[in-house]
């Protein structure tokens, strides 16, 4: 893990697409591509959240009011309702994040979800990197947790599990990141696809120095990327300074029913089915791609947490191209600071969907 000189880290903003998701591998390709390409969880949004969207439209003719899903994210959490802040994606969270908080020398974590950075460089911010290594696995504790993270960065943003490298990193080395003086923000958008929500720093708000920010997504394990809806947790100073950056009323009321709908006892166990679903689906997924090992395909890591895996291979972009004439779509890699054009992401999905795509990756791997 090393931090990329300032000469490095502006070239590098130049070299890569921060604004470069998923969606654009698989937009208007039509259903003939099967998307590997986005981690959202498949057969999404249920049917009873369906319902409950659905049931939320008789009342579009009011003014949508967040406090019963502002107090139902908290009881979720076992937080009072001022450490919530409700926002159209978690997205829209790194946008305030970069507009509300004075930041001298904010540094990013990566490789991991671009959009932080954007918005801090959309903000005027300059930015720092550090760029853990592929060596070790992108862990954060390589060489003790936060090593090279600068003393002096007074906003450090960082994912876990992160995106894309499916790297769970221990909350104990998160919170070594902590300090006076200093934001620390975790994105845990895909912490809800790990069993038991393991490693989050939720439990640990109120006993971390500085002030600590975790986002929350219901766009990957719900299928709400087209609702948006998210949220911040923080403490209430935080979350006023980060809601008057809001304009009124910028969560719909469709994505507030979602909200409420979706912190439930009921639907926190649904999700913790989807979450072993998704450890056993990995398991079996990372054992059919063992078998291309003589064809130099390679794993991120070898312990992946995430609902999604970032694989290496020399030909990576070639073989992106001949996967999508065989009907399959993963994401590039080369867009994350950190990596490059061998490098790309694919989410988990269940065993036919992993049978399939092990074909056709036999035969695009044969091609290049």
């Not at 890569?16 to 099967?34: K, N, P, Q």
């Not at 990013?108 to 801090?120: G, S």
């Not at 934001?183 to 895909?190: K, M, N, Q, S």
């Not at 063992?290 to 794993?299: P, Q, S, V, Y």
Request: a neutral charge.
């Amino acid at each position: 893990m090393r931090t990329p000189t300032e000469r490095e880290a502006a070239r590098g903003a130049d070299a890569h697409d921060l604004r470069h998701h998923g969606d654009a591998e698989v937009r208007g390709a039509g259903a003939e591509l099967t998307d590997l390409a986005v981690n959202v969880r498949g057969g999404t949004p249920p049917p009873w959240l369906r319902a409950r969207l659905a049931a939320s439209l008789d009342g579009l003719a009011a003014y949508p009011d967040g406090t019963a899903a502002r107090s139902a994210v908290a009881a979720r959490h076992g937080l009072a309702p001022e450490r919530v802040l409700l926002t159209a994606g978690a997205a829209e969270a790194f946008v305030l994040l970069a507009r509300a908080l004075p930041a001298r020398r904010p540094v990013v974590v990566h490789p991991q979800f671009t959009e932080p950075e954007a918005a801090l460089r959309d903000a005027g911010h300059r930015v720092g990197r550090v760029l853990l290594d592929p060596a070790d696995g992108f862990r954060l504790d390589a060489e003790g947790p936060g090593a090279r993270v600068p003393e002096d960065a007074d906003l450090v943003v960082l994912g876990n599990p992160t995106n894309p490298t499916s790297v769970l990193h221990p909350s104990a080395a998160l919170a070594a990141l902590a300090r006076a003086g200093r934001t620390l923000v975790v994105d845990e958008a895909f912490i809800d696809a790990v069993p038991e929500e393991r490693e989050s720093l939720v439990p640990l708000l109120d006993r971390l120095p500085g002030r600590t920010v975790v986002l929350r997504s219901l766009t990957k394990t719900w299928g709400l990327a087209g609702l948006r809806i998210g949220y911040v947790l923080s403490d209430p100073a935080t979350v006023r300074a980060l809601a008057r950056r809001q304009p009124l009323w910028p969560v719909s009321a469709p994505a507030l029913a979602a909200a409420e709908a979706c912190s439930t006892p009921e639907a926190y166990a649904e999700a913790q089915e989807a979450a072993q679903r998704f450890t056993a689906d990995r398991g079996y997924l990372l054992d059919r791609l063992a078998a291309f090992r003589a064809a130099g395909l390679r794993t991120a890591t070898d312990a992946p947490e995430g609902p999604f895996l970032l694989v290496r291979h020399p030909g990576a972009a070639a073989l992106r191209g001949r996967l999508r004439e065989r009907g399959f779509a993963v994401r590039r890699g080369d867009t994350f600071p950190g990596l490059g054009p061998e490098w790309f992401r694919m989410a988990v999905r269940d065993t036919a969907t992993t049978e399939a795509f092990a074909t056709a990756l036999a035969a695009a791997l044969a091609d290049v």
